[in-house]
């Protein structure tokens, strides 16, 4: 079965950055679309950042709008591996972060769009 692992998360300062890892296996992973989402304290789990595996045309991107200009999804399929950079980190971006992974070309933005999950890597950002 499909097994998808986060890392890569940890404690920075406001204006800090990370880098988040996700890795994929017992799948195609060079078949599907990838995602990073996030889960704050008492809130929903809201999306970051999302990339499909299209190389004609080039590889889509989608970013929320909090996101854009400062954080950058991409893809190694030689290693199965989907990264979230991440750069002018604030508190807000507090949350524990989630990888997701869906059969085919589309670009989702929805949890519910998503089949496969990881368990989450923390970031916090202190203030």
């Known amino acids: 079965q499909v097994h998808v692992v986060e890392s890569g998360g940890g404690l920075v300062q406001t204006g800090g950055s990370l880098r988040l890892s996700c890795v994929v296996s017992?799948?195609?992973?060079?078949?599907?679309?990838m995602a990073w989402f996030r889960k704050a304290p008492g809130k929903v789990r809201d999306f970051v950042a999302a990339i499909n595996w299209s190389l004609w045309p080039a590889l889509e991107r989608s970013y929320a709008d909090s996101m854009k200009g400062r954080s950058t999804i991409s893809r190694d399929n030689a290693k199965n591996t989907v990264y979230l950079q991440m750069n002018g980190l604030k508190p807000e971006d507090t949350a524990v972060y989630y990888c997701a992974a869906v059969a085919g070309r589309n670009i989702r933005t929805t949890a519910q769009g998503f089949t496969y999950w990881g368990q989450g890597t923390q970031v916090t950002v202190s203030s």
């Open positions: 017992g799948g195609t992973f060079n078949t599907y679309t």
